[in-house]
């Protein structure tokens, strides 16, 4: 499967951004979905996922009431929904799918897209 970001850019904190992730080749349907971000000089790290048959979706508790994550396996795309946007959320974006035990586990999932940069100014 191969997965296509898009939707960074530059905003303002408090401000907002929409993420896309499409996927192709095999079916979103047929994976654990995840979002995950590495901000400059930083690690990886888990932004949000949802399993194969949707149902709860987890957040890190640093976007928890600011993102929301949706799942489309009709059109095979994971959006990111970001708001009240603050400087620390400056990264570059990642869409990922795979079958990981633990969602927040980044080295579990097998595809990933190209990235997409969120920079957030004060």
């Known amino acids: 499967v191969q997965l296509q970001a898009s939707g960074g850019g530059l905003v303002q904190a408090g401000g907002s951004v929409r993420l896309s992730c499409v996927a192709s080749?095999?079916?979103?349907?047929?994976?654990?979905m995840g979002w995950f971000r590495q901000p400059p000089g930083k690690a990886r790290e888990f932004v949000a996922g949802v399993r194969k048959s949707g149902g709860t979706t987890h957040y890190a508790d640093s976007v928890k009431g600011r993102f929301t994550m949706s799942r489309d396996n009709a059109k095979n795309t994971v959006d990111l929904q970001m708001l009240s946007l603050k400087p620390e959320d400056t990264a570059v974006y990642y869409c990922?799918?795979?079958?990981?035990?633990?969602?927040?586990?980044?080295?579990?999932?097998?595809?990933w897209g190209q990235g997409t940069l969120v920079t957030v100014s004060s």
């Open positions: 990922a799918a795979g079958s990981p035990q633990r969602l927040g586990a980044f080295v579990q999932y097998d595809y």
């Open positions: 080749g095999r079916t979103s349907s047929s994976y654990v």
